[in-house]
Antibody
Framework: EVQLVESGGGLVQPGGSLRLSCAAS????????MSWVRQAPGKGLEWVSA????????YYADSVKGRFTISRDNSKNTLYLQMNSLRAEDTAVYYC???????????????WGQGTTVTVSS | QSALTQPASVSGSPGQSITISCTGT?????????VSWYQQHPGKAPKLMIY???KRPSGVSNRFSGSKSGTTASLTISGLQAEDEADYYC??????????FGGGTKLTVL
């Protein structure tokens, strides 16, 4: 079964750091672009970051550039999101998502995790 | 990057057809054929319904179809069913090598 399982969310103070993980199974992880997408409480979806299958290319939304770092360990089939200098507006459910097609990223996410909640508050 | 523009809500009766629009610019929707659509039920993760403007992933009903004209993409649902009631989001690739979602549309089946 193709599956993504996120972990690492929690409560953190403004200015703090958190590292999210996403464990993948059931597909050839290294072949696919992976992304993080977040959803603030009661709000819409916001694309956060993406990484190529090799890990060589990374992409970030302006709202997180310079604060968040996406990475992957293909030997462990795991995707990461290192979040630094966290702000209240980063509070959201964070989903990892898999591109549906091998190759160039197109924003077509066919598999999503269950999400992990990040709360930034003092 | 500003969010793509979607109507806040649409509604229809069972069996009818509805269309949800997604308006962007030449830097996103109008410039690329990388528009996708997602369905999200409350408390659930989004589900991919359409990608590359008009392609349907395996397992998605053919009642769902997508199209694009200029800077506006559209999702059409025909033969509305009660289980189609959900939030719908469009997404597009942009010239900045980023992706942008629409604000979301709440579909109510009357």
């Amino acid at each position: 079964e193709v599956q993504l399982v996120e972990s690492g969310g929690g409560l953190v103070q403004p200015g703090g750091s958190l590292r999210l993980s996403c464990a993948a199974s059931g597909f050839t992880f290294s072949s696919y672009v992976m992304s993080w997408v977040r959803q603030a409480p009661g709000k819409g979806l916001e694309w956060v970051s993406a990484i190529s299958g090799s890990g060589y290319s990374t992409y970030y939304a302006d709202s997180v550039k310079g604060r968040f770092t996406i990475s992957r360990d293909n030997s462990k089939n795991t995707l990461y999101l290192q979040m630094n200098s966290l702000r209240a507006e980063d509070t959201a459910v964070y989903y990892c998502a898999k591109e549906c097609v091998v190759g160039a990223p197109r924003g077509a996410f066919d598999i999503w995790g269950q999400g992990t909640t990040v709360t930034v508050s003092s | 990057q500003s969010a793509l523009t979607q109507p806040a809500s649409v509604s229809g009766s069972p069996g009818q057809s509805i269309t949800i629009s997604c308006t962007g610019t030449s830097s996103d929707v109008g410039g690329y054929n990388y528009v996708s659509w997602y369905q999200q039920h409350p408390g659930k993760a989004p589900k991919l319904m359409i990608y590359d403007v008009s392609k349907r992933p395996s397992g998605v009903s053919n009642r769902f179809s997508g199209s694009k004209s200029g800077t506006t993409a559209s999702l059409t649902i025909s033969g509305l069913q009660a289980e189609d009631e959900a939030d719908y989001y469009c997404n597009s690739y942009t010239t900045n090598s980023t992706w942008v979602f629409g604000g979301g549309t709440k579909l109510t089946v009357l």
